[in-house]
């Protein structure tokens, strides 16, 4: 009796099993189930080349720096909107209490309008340098 | 060992070592999609970096219905299709529609050079197939995914990914069959 010729995906079955095949096979089909074996296990091989050694370091540092530059940016608007409301419920407050007082303020805060600014500036200088600072020296 | 609850737990509390730890556990998993899937060679590592970020912004959502190999296996998947779909260049157009029908097309001289080494003959090979063939050959020998895994990673039914694996295999395995033949034949001549 003629047996049945194995075909590719019988073949592919058969090379994925580990170990000897039991199965009586023919010389053309032990010689495809070596190739695909060998195939396989060349499949299985790393790639040569890989990510640096450093890399999950790298990708840790990036996220921290990113969150922590999110949260900052979070922090200064709010910073920045508490100050603003503090200062018109402080004007509206004296308003209430002296209103020739707050007129008085509306009046002179024009002259002081630069030194104003540049106070404000120096301050935020100060701190975002302050916190660069911090965070380098942490990484 | 590795408890991937207690890690994503620590990390949603604000722990970035154990996100380095999520990292270094799954690094080689990205890679090797990224590796076989991405061609810009200089540009590997910034993927696999834009994949990590990506699995640290995702993370709340992962609800443990898979294990987190094969949600972290997705998202390198559709990054690097993303890639491949930005770069234009080798994308699924470039392709035959009946990828049933692809054939490896005629060596040139340089492809003869590969072929000595066996590993850079391998990569060259698999670089040469369809996209959806790179994957299943991938996710399947080298990140050793089952079958229902890779559906789940790419979106691809169980079945066409078996029948893409093994017409993948088969075509490489002829492929090095004839190239194997057609050295022996230069070298005995």
């Not at chain 2, 509390?13 to 899937?37: N, S």
């Not at chain 2, 080298?142 to 039914?157: A, V, Y």
């Not at chain 2, 990914?161 to 090095?176: Q, T």
Request: glycine share 4%; with cysteine.
């Amino acid at each position: 009796m003629v047996m049945k010729e194995m075909n590719d995906e019988e073949l592919q079955h058969l090379a994925e099993q580990s170990g000897l095949i039991n199965k009586s096979l023919s010389l053309k089909e032990e010689k495809d189930v070596v190739a695909y074996q060998t195939l396989f296990k060349k499949l299985q091989a790393e790639p040569a080349e890989g990510l640096p050694l450093n890399f999950a370091v790298n990708v840790r540092r990036a996220i921290q720096h990113k969150v922590e530059r999110k949260s900052d940016l979070k922090f200064h608007i709010i910073l920045f909107f508490a100050f603003t409301t503090i200062l018109a419920i402080a004007f509206v407050l004296l308003h209430l209490i002296s209103p020739a007082a707050s007129e008085q303020l509306v009046n002179i805060s024009p002259k002081f309008k630069w030194s104003g600014g540049v106070a404000v500036l120096v301050f935020w200088s100060i701190h975002f340098g302050s916190q660069r600072l911090v965070r380098d020296n942490r990484y | 060992m590795f408890d991937e609850k207690e890690i994503v737990k620590r990390i949603l509390k604000g722990d970035f070592r154990a996100f380095e730890l999520l990292v270094k556990q799954y690094e080689k998993l990205v890679f090797f999609v990224i590796h076989r899937l991405v061609h810009d060679q200089h540009n590997k590592e910034d993927i696999c970096q834009d994949v990590f970020i990506k699995v640290y912004q995702n993370l709340g959502k992962f609800q443990f219905q898979s294990k987190l190999a094969t949600w972290i296996a997705r998202i390198a998947y559709l990054t690097a299709v993303d890639d491949i779909k930005k770069s234009k260049k080798h994308f699924f157009s470039e392709y035959p529609d009946d990828i049933d029908r692809y054939h490896f097309t005629e060596e040139n001289p340089e492809e003869e050079l590969i072929q000595k080494d066996s590993s850079a003959y391998i990569n060259h090979v698999i670089e040469q197939m369809p996209i959806q063939y790179k994957t299943v050959i991938t996710l399947y020998h080298l990140n050793e995914f089952s079958c229902s895994e890779i559906q789940d990673i790419t979106g691809i039914p169980e079945g066409t990914v078996k029948s893409y694996l093994f017409r993948a295999r088969k075509l490489m395995k002829e492929k090095m069959e004839n190239d194997l033949n057609k050295n022996g034949y230069e070298r005995n001549e």
